[in-house]
């Protein structure tokens, strides 16, 4: 059977063989940018990731309130490293831990709902959405109402813009979301609640706090980084347990499987397919000489497919002996959120399985949403039996 997204993962394939490390002129970043370096091979990419005094993260363009601008993951030290330290004072390893009974909780009531006797559920809306929304939504302290306001919101950011409409969403999204926060924000101000954003105006280092701009620029990536990667990540888990029945048996019979099989995922799948930095200085990679000032985009959803650190790369394996992926990154801007995605989807796979069985495809057509910076599933139809 055809794999999903088959032509873009022949494209790493081509291109890791042939062409590892190339320039293209026309090539539309998901910010609105055009033109790119194209980086394949995992040694590249991890060489792009770990070297951040050469690839910076400051890529995004100057304008007025683009509020990823303002973000950890788009500042390099040392504005990233106090950014980094002040929000890990209050999102911590723990503090996501002590998620989980809540998340179990949640995502209980949510299966009671969806799993019903018709056999039949649309995975991705009734299961992949809500579920990461939600916990983000607590972290944040966002009220159910407009939970469906920020799916929008989040999803026109991320979408690969084609038109200059479609660009202008994007700065659009994010004005609105901004708006939206800095009312929170001065409300926790004045009365803090148990939420992130009320711990992330308390919290200092030498003396210094975040400003309103640093904190508006958090709240935005948390529900970037946080949300579609976590959905997507959902979604091809459960369609990858679609493609393979013997997994799903093996999972049954070995729950504890499932952290492997949710890694492999990571890896075959990955949420986040490349990230961007800009050329701080000309240099050279895989023989081809990078200018000062250009954009490159690392894709770590093809280092993730590397033969010569996966063999077999392309098939599911959840005995391989590598599984160091670099889907949540790697080097200074590692995924600050890894231990709470894998809570989540550790947690929902186990009690999702727990609950049934037999997963198949309504059917075999089964589109990627218009985005290449994420491997998202529009709609996943699926039928399943209760164990
Ligand atoms: C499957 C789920 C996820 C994937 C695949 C993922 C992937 C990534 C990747 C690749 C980066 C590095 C970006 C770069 O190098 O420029 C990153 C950074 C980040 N992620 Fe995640 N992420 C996931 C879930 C989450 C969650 C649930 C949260 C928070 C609730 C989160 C918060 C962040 C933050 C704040 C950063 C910026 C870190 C920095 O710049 O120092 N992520 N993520």
């Not at 996501?96 to 949510?110: A, N």
């Not at 979408?159 to 200059?164: D, G, L, M, V």
């Not at 980084?225 to 997507?232: F, K, Q, V």
């Not at 996966?310 to 098939?315: L, R």
Request: proline content about 4%; overall charge negative.
């Amino acid at each position: 059977m055809k794999q999903l997204g088959e032509e873009i993962f022949t494209w790493f394939k081509e291109s890791r063989q042939n062409n590892p490390v190339y320039y293209d002129k026309d090539y539309a970043l998901w910010f609105g940018a055009t033109g790119t370096w194209h980086v394949f091979r995992n040694e590249d990419v991890r060489y792009v990731f770990s070297n951040h005094q050469i690839f910076s993260s400051e890529y995004m363009p100057k304008v007025q309130d683009n509020y990823l601008d303002k973000a950890m993951s788009s500042n390099d030290p040392p504005f990233h490293r106090k950014l980094r330290l002040l929000v890990s004072q209050a999102f911590t390893p723990k503090a996501m831990m002590d998620l989980q009974p809540w998340i179990e909780e949640y995502v209980d009531q949510l299966l009671d709902q969806v799993i019903t006797d018709s056999g039949k559920m649309e995975f991705v809306r009734d299961i992949a959405v809500p579920i990461p929304m939600q916990v983000i939504a607590r972290m944040l302290g966002v009220p159910n109402k407009d939970h469906a306001m920020f799916k929008d919101w989040s999803f026109k950011i991320v979408k690969q813009p084609t038109n200059e409409a479609e660009a202008k969403e994007f700065i659009e999204a994010q004005q609105a979301m901004g708006e939206y926060f800095r009312e929170v924000i001065k409300e926790r101000t004045e009365k803090p609640e148990n939420d992130i954003i009320s711990q992330l105006i308390q919290v200092e280092l030498d003396g210094q706090k975040l400003t309103e701009d640093e904190l508006l620029g958090f709240c935005v990536v948390l529900l970037l980084a946080g949300n579609e990667t976590t959905t997507n990540w959902l979604s091809s888990t459960i369609l990858t347990l679609a493609e393979n029945p013997d997994i799903q048996e093996r999972l049954a019979k070995n729950p504890d499987d499932i952290s492997l099989l949710l890694e492999e995922v990571l890896r075959l799948r990955s949420p986040a397919q490349y990230q961007t930095r800009k050329a701080k200085q000309d240099v050279v990679l895989g023989g081809q000489t990078i200018k000062k000032g250009d954009l490159v985009a690392a894709w770590q959803a093809s280092a993730n497919r590397d033969e010569s650190v996966f063999p077999n790369a392309d098939q599911v394996d959840l005995d391989r002996k590598n599984m160091d992926h670099v889907a949540f990154g790697h080097g200074i801007h590692f995924c600050l959120g890894a231990p709470l995605a894998r809570v989540e989807a550790s947690v929902t796979i186990k009690k999702l399985l727990e609950r049934i069985k037999n997963i198949r495809l309504q059917s075999e057509d089964i589109e990627l949403n218009q985005s290449t910076v994420t491997y998202s599933i529009k709609e996943l139809p699926i039928r399943f039996d209760r164990v």
